[in-house]
């Protein structure tokens, strides 16, 4: 039996969650699954400029790993653009970075929805203000 995979530190909060390509219907696409690991690698790595090492250490992984992560990440972009495949950003094995604004200021979880200018939090049901 294999051992469950480690959770990935992460701040990266896509603007969308679903890309695919203009002009083709989305219930005919294929579509392909990448994960908030993946993504925040891709950012680390190309919007960042970090190398491999420095990844491993902001995601808490070894370097290794972060290099497997980044290949994925590579290989999923690479066939959604050439084959004309939708891609949808799912969570994966990942935990917030301290300073996300999503986490919840009490307990550290990740808070939920927002009604009326609040956010809550479903694990405390602390609710605060949302800024910006």
Not at 49 to 75: C, K, N, P, W
Not at 80 to 93: F, H, N, S, T
Not at 94 to 114: A, F, Q, S, T, W
Request: aromatic residues 4%; proline residues 8%; positive net charge.
């Amino acid at each position: 039996m294999s051992r469950p995979p480690i959770r990935r530190q992460v701040s990266v909060r896509p603007a969308a969650m679903v890309f695919k390509p203009v002009g083709l219907p989305y219930h005919r696409l294929e579509e392909l699954e990448l994960t908030l690991d993946e993504l925040e690698a891709l950012r680390l790595a190309h919007m960042q400029g970090f190398y491999q090492e420095a990844i491993s250490r902001r995601m808490g992984v070894s370097r290794q790993t972060a290099a497997r992560i980044l290949d994925r990440a590579h290989r999923k972009m690479t066939e959604a653009l050439i084959e004309g495949k939708a891609l949808r950003v799912v969570d994966g094995p990942v935990r917030r970075m301290p300073d996300d604004p999503d986490l919840c200021p009490r307990c550290g979880h990740h808070r939920g929805g927002e009604h009326r200018g609040r956010r809550w939090c479903g694990r405390c049901r602390n609710d605060v203000p949302v800024k910006g």
